[in-house]
């Protein structure tokens, strides 16, 4: 008897495991050691060590709709999931970095709703609009074949309780065309900030170059963008160069940057290098690169070299040198770091 119950209890057990999800996990982990001289302090740099770790799951929920999640280290910043060693071996916080769904509810066209990875197609990584690291929170409906992609997004930046909120309306388009061995994108976006004007500078929304007048932000933003990409192959050796161009069509002034660069690949070694000229108000600060100019989204210009060597598929180091210029008062600003990274 107790053999047959234990019999239809593993039974069951097995029905239940059969119709239930599958789910995908995966995850990353980096090491960095970094060095700043920020041009204000002489003959001294501030060194430390930082790591980022992150956990994925994704799984059908039902035909056609996925679910994501991804915990990530951080404290909450719009562009960096990293924690600074220290603090007497404190724990560190760990944050909802994507939570998602995703429905593909047509050939090649999907919608995603909740906080997402960025859908927003970029030409050589290009971080002059925004950071890497910055995942929207809001809707997205994309279509996306070999040769076109377009998407129209809707992402929330700021929840005001008693003013207007600010909203992110951004469509964009592209396409990608081949010519033998050597393959062009070109494409543009239109990033359209509501209520921009008179939102308060406090909490993640900081300055980051933008103008500013009694701590509210002085301008509007709405931010035609325009990208080109060629790439191709040479034997082994891989290349691209790119361009990125914004310009803000709601000042007369500071309101254009740029973006221009070029990366190889050969076997397990990767070079890139870019250089950028991003004016006070060309767009949005605080969702721009976070690496430059000691989080400076705008008022700058300068140089990034990232020399990478994959060890092997899941383990990684890399190098990069900063080296970037404020508008304002030409303080000069250098970084270095030496990444470590293991993929799961």
Not at 140 to 154: C, E, I, P, R
Request: net charge negative.
């Amino acid at each position: 008897m107790k053999l047959m119950i234990a019999g239809i209890a593993l039974l069951a057990s097995t029905s239940i495991l059969a119709e239930m999800p599958s789910i995908n996990w995966g995850g990353d982990f980096r090491y960095r050691y970094e060095a700043i001289d920020d041009g204000a302090s002489i003959g001294h740099k501030d060194h430390r060590q930082r790591i980022r770790a992150r956990l994925n799951a994704h799984s059908e929920v039902i035909d056609k709709v996925h679910a994501s999640i991804q915990l990530a280290s951080g404290n909450g910043a719009i562009t960096s999931t990293n924690q600074t060693l220290g603090d007497g071996g404190s724990n560190k916080a760990l944050d909802i970095d994507i939570f998602s769904i995703d429905w593909m509810f047509a050939k090649n066209a999907n919608a995603t709703l909740g906080k997402m990875k960025n859908p927003l197609h970029t030409v050589g990584n290009s971080d002059i609009v925004f950071d890497t690291d910055f995942t929207p929170e809001g809707a997205s409906v994309g279509y996306k074949t070999d040769l076109y992609f377009a998407s129209l997004n809707q992402f929330v930046i700021a929840n005001n309780s008693t003013s207007a909120d600010v909203i992110l309306y951004a469509p964009q388009a592209g396409i990608n065309l081949g010519a033998g061995p050597v393959k062009f994108t070109i494409g543009g976006s239109w990033y359209n900030y509501s209520s921009m004007v008179n939102q308060s500078v406090t909490g993640s929304l900081s300055s980051a170059g933008n103008s500013t007048a009694a701590n509210f932000f002085q301008n509007g933003y709405k931010v035609l963008n325009g990208f080109a990409e060629m790439s191709g192959q040479v034997s082994h050796l891989s290349y691209s160069v790119f361009y990125d161009y914004i310009k803000n069509g709601e000042v007369e002034t500071g309101d254009t940057g740029w973006l221009a660069g070029a990366k190889l690949k050969c076997h397990n070694w990767t070079l890139s290098y870019d250089y950028r000229w991003v004016e006070t108000d060309a767009t949005v600060g605080f969702l721009a690169d976070g690496d430059v100019a000691g989080s400076l989204g705008t008022g700058l210009y300068g140089h990034r070299t990232d020399l990478g060597y994959a060890i092997n598929k899941n383990v990684s180091t890399n190098a990069v040198y900063y080296a970037h210029t404020k508008m304002s008062n030409k303080q000069h600003y250098d970084k270095y770091q030496v990444n470590l990274v293991f993929k799961f």
